[in-house]
């Protein structure tokens, strides 16, 4: 069955760095779109970042473009968030999520059948 793991989450300062890391098995990585979501606290959920099977095109919010990275290593089945720049309210739990296919318009939330449980991420002095 599907099954994705995140990890790398925990607590940054301001400016500060994280690696974010979704172990993915079950499925045919490679033919597959992945994203990162994010829930802020008394939010809904955000679409973060999403990038196709081959990992040339890779896609941003607004919000974390030019500090966060999305990278996958297809033979490793995991897909990665680099975040840098980290601002307070970058503060959430972090997902990653397995499109239906490789052709999903990567920020639409309802494309997306599988998702972890997610890493909290808690950016403070």
Known sequence: QVQLVESGGGLAQPGGSLRLSCAASG?????????????????????????YGDGRDLYYADSVKGRFTISRDNAKNTVYLQMNSLK????????CAKGISDRVCLNDLDEYDYWGRGTRVTVSS
Do not use: C, H, N
């Open 27 to 51: 499925f045919t990585f490679s033919s597959y779109a992945m994203s990162w979501a994010r829930q802020a606290p008394g939010k809904g959920l955000e679409w973060v970042s999403g990038i």
């Open 88 to 95: 307070p309210e970058d503060t959430a739990l972090y997902y």
